[in-house]
């Protein structure tokens, strides 16, 4: 299965709310020469990311090293595995809203699939089956319903978002089984899901840090255009395909990702 794991825990859901109020507060100008600039609130967010980076180059990125030394990988993919199966109920939600009832159809019956003949969804069986993989969200859904991305937001502990997409926060969350379990098992379930997420993408995150002159528009170039990417299920209309990273800031290399 594909990393997916969304945030999963009240402190998620109030970091995001705390994030969007902060950031409401202080917008300056949303437009430069006209333009809709996606990036309003870029002095707020680049000091939410310095904070991030921080946190993950001292606590998270040691941690994850020591538990990859002492974790085989099957076993990092397993629970991976028992995660994203988890939180698929929410892409099975978001198919059917979205109207694709042959998708939703193929979702739920991979999720059943998983649960099963995947023991809990430790192992992806379904993909073997033929059942494909799919990466839905409320975010995708409020986009084929005409609701426009608005801004890019930089979330503290969470990460790169757009308005339209941090409701999805919430939507995780609630369609999550382990919401509904007490507290005192759910965090260190929570915690270990965290590590192990962030084992899994140690070596992208030494590319961005060591390929990007700006990580910080690296990281929000390319989440716009994955965004784009699945909102329109890997096939983005080419006409004005820039015009959603037109910053006003021709000095800033645009990524294009395939």
């Given amino acids: 299965m594909n990393n997916r794991h969304k945030p999963n825990s009240p402190v998620s859901l109030l970091a995001v709310l705390l994030a969007v109020a902060l950031l409401t507060g202080c917008a300056g100008t949303q437009t430069i020469d006209g333009e809709v600039n996606p990036d309003p609130y870029e002095e707020n967010n680049r000091s939410f990311y310095k ?6 180059r001292h606590i998270m990125t040691p941690v994850a090293k020591k538990y990859v030394k002492v974790t085989p990988e099957p076993v990092r993919d ?37 649960s099963t003949l995947g023991l809990g969804g430790l192992m992806d069986v379904a993909t073997d089956m ?86 910080y528009s690296f990281t929000r ?17 080419s006409e004005g395909y820039d015009d959603i990273f037109d910053l006003g800031l021709e000095e800033e290399p645009k990524l294009v990702i395939e």
């Fill in 130 to 215: 033929g059942l494909e993989e799919h990466d839905e969200d409320l975010g995708q859904t409020l986009a084929v319903w005409g609701v426009k991305p608005g801004a890019y937001l930089y979330i503290p502990f969470l990460g790169p978002y757009t308005a339209r997409n941090s409701p999805d926060v919430a939507s995780s969350y609630f369609t999550n089984p382990f919401t509904y379990i007490a507290t005192l098992y759910l965090l260190p379930v929570s915690v270990l899901n965290m590590v192990n997420d962030r084992a899994n993408l140690l070596e992208a995150s030494e590319f961005v840090n060591e390929a990007s002159i700006d990580p």
């Fill in 221 to 237: 170039e390319a989440y716009l255009q994955q965004r784009r990417y699945l909102i329109h299920d890997g096939n983005p209309p």
């Fill in 78 to 114: 397993g629970i991976a595995n028992f995660f994203d199966n988890l939180e698929y109920l929410n892409v099975i939600l978001h198919s059917f809203l979205q109207g694709k009832l042959g998708q939703g159809i193929n979702d739920l019956t991979r999720f059943v699939v998983n």
């Fill in 51 to 56: 904070f991030n980076d921080a946190l993950d």
